[in-house]
């Protein structure tokens, strides 16, 4: 890998942003003698379309400095080439970014991103969509989708806020999994063990297996919230009886036409209302501890 030419794509309204990162992180490369290019994203996608034309002026190692989304628009432009993404994780969530155990401290993850230990993941696919942490439909598409209306207003504290007042405005949803009619209150396919903030969805998922996992919580009295909460965040979410856990390298599934989904915690829309799911092996380059 090349050390001399390495594009930051800083997302600056990312949750834990903070208005002088690039500054910051420009005095910390300062000392290292390392030249980079320092690029900012706009709107949504932008960072797909950055990382998409340096990649094409042949540059080969990309910092995505921002959350999930972030992280999924560069790394969807780098999938199957030669080069490779480094993460500073400033989002709300951070989910690939902890499950790669990539250190939280911008000074500590930027040590990660210079070194030379790169390690190949796997990527998940909604039908051509790609998702490296994960991606679902049911109760955290609909979080996905109120989160991104207050977008000037995210952060982990914001993200809480709007996932209680929705649990308990939330119904359950009907679907068709692998053929099987389903009512679910949410159905989540992980390639990675947790949404973000150590959520852990799917815990037992391994980002290089060449699986998926996938996590369905069941319609539940709402007085087992909190269960299913401690379970979540202990890893424990199996052990529930209102879930239901699968593992496999695709799933199908059938949604109503116009039913929120979610990218890597992003909100999306799909005209097509037959869900596959698929999984691109080792498809990936990520720097590593
Ligand atoms: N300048 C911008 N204005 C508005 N939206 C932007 C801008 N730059 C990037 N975005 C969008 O911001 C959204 C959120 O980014 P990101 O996921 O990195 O942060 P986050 O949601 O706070 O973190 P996490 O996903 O880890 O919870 C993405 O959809 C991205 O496309």
Redesign the pocket.
């Known amino acids: 890998m090349n050390q001399q030419d390495i594009i930051f794509i800083i997302?600056?309204?990312?949750?834990?942003a903070k208005k002088n990162i690039e500054l910051l992180l420009k005095s910390l490369l300062a000392q290292k003698n390392i030249k980079t290019q320092f690029l900012?994203?706009?709107?949504?996608?932008?960072?797909f379309e950055l990382a998409k034309e340096y990649l094409a002026k042949g540059y080969t190692h990309f910092v995505a400095v921002?959350?999930?989304?972030?992280?999924?628009?560069v790394a969807t432009a780098l999938l199957h080439t030669n080069a490779v993404l480094s993460i500073i994780?400033v989002?709300?969530?951070?989910?690939l970014a902890r499950m790669l155990q990539i250190p939280l401290e911008i000074e500590n993850a930027l040590e990660v991103a210079l070194t030379h230990k790169v390690k190949k993941i796997d990527a998940g696919t909604i039908n051509e969509f790609p998702f490296f942490c994960t991606a679902g439909i049911g109760f955290d598409a609909y979080c996905a989708y109120v989160?991104?209306q207050n977008?000037h207003k995210?952060?982990l504290a914001n993200?809480i806020k709007v996932a209680l007042n929705a649990y308990f405005k939330f119904k359950p949803i009907e679907i068709a999994f692998e053929n099987k009619t389903k009512k679910v209150f949410s159905l989540t396919i992980g390639n990675a063990n947790q949404f973000?903030n150590n959520a852990y969805i799917t815990p037992d998922a391994k980002i290089d297996d060449g699986l998926l996992d996938c996590s369905v919580i069941l319609p539940h009295s709402k007085i087992y919230g909190p269960v299913l909460a401690y379970l979540m965040m202990s890893k424990k979410l199996r052990n529930s009886k209102h879930v239901d856990s699968y593992t496999g390298k695709s799933f199908s599934i059938k949604i109503a036409p116009g039913t929120n989904i979610h990218l890597?915690?992003?909100p999306f829309k799909l005209d097509a209302t037959a869900l596959n799911f698929n999984i691109l092996e080792l498809s990936l380059a990520v720097t590593v501890k």
Do not use: C
Request: cysteine-free; glycine content about 28%; hydrophobic content about 15%.
């Open positions: 997302n600056p309204i990312a949750g834990g900012k994203t706009l709107y949504k996608k932008h960072a921002g959350g999930d989304g972030t992280v999924n628009e994780p989002g709300s969530g951070n989910g989160f991104d977008s995210r952060g993200y973000g890597d915690g992003e």
